[in-house]
């Protein structure tokens, strides 16, 4: 069982910056592939950005990408989504998820087995 937490969501103003950090627990000696996800209200769960177990390969939503940068701590098992330039439609709720590392990073939520409790992140116009 791994526990993910996530923190540093909150309010900021179009063009401003917020970091994610998700922390994982429990089973961490097994290597994760992670990803990001955001829910609006009323729309369905989209893929943020993903990073490899290794940290060596990362993908980003067209939406988000040039603007946000996923990375790993040292540890491995701390992930950080640093958003910048952040526009009013990023606004959601942000979820990190895990899963078993891949040759391919994937960007569908059902293949993700663990989820956080999620942050909130809103950016006002």
């Known amino acids: 069982q791994v526990q993910l937490v996530e923190s540093g969501g909150g309010l900021v103003q179009a063009g401003g910056s917020l970091r994610l950090s998700c922390a994982a627990s429990?089973?961490?000696?097994?290597?994760?592939?992670m990803g990001w996800f955001r829910q609006a209200p009323g729309k369905e769960r989209e893929f943020v950005a993903g990073i490899s177990w290794s940290g060596g390969s990362t993908a980003y939503a067209d939406s988000t990408k040039g603007r946000f940068t996923l990375s790993r701590g040292d540890a491995k098992n701390t992930v950080y989504l640093q958003m910048n330039s952040l526009k009013p439609e990023d606004t959601a709720v942000y979820y990190c998820a895990a899963k078993p590392p891949a040759r391919v990073l994937t960007t569908t939520p059902p293949e993700y087995l663990y989820w956080g409790q999620g942050t909130q992140v809103t950016v006002s116009s």
């Open positions: 429990g089973r961490t000696f097994i290597a994760y592939d």
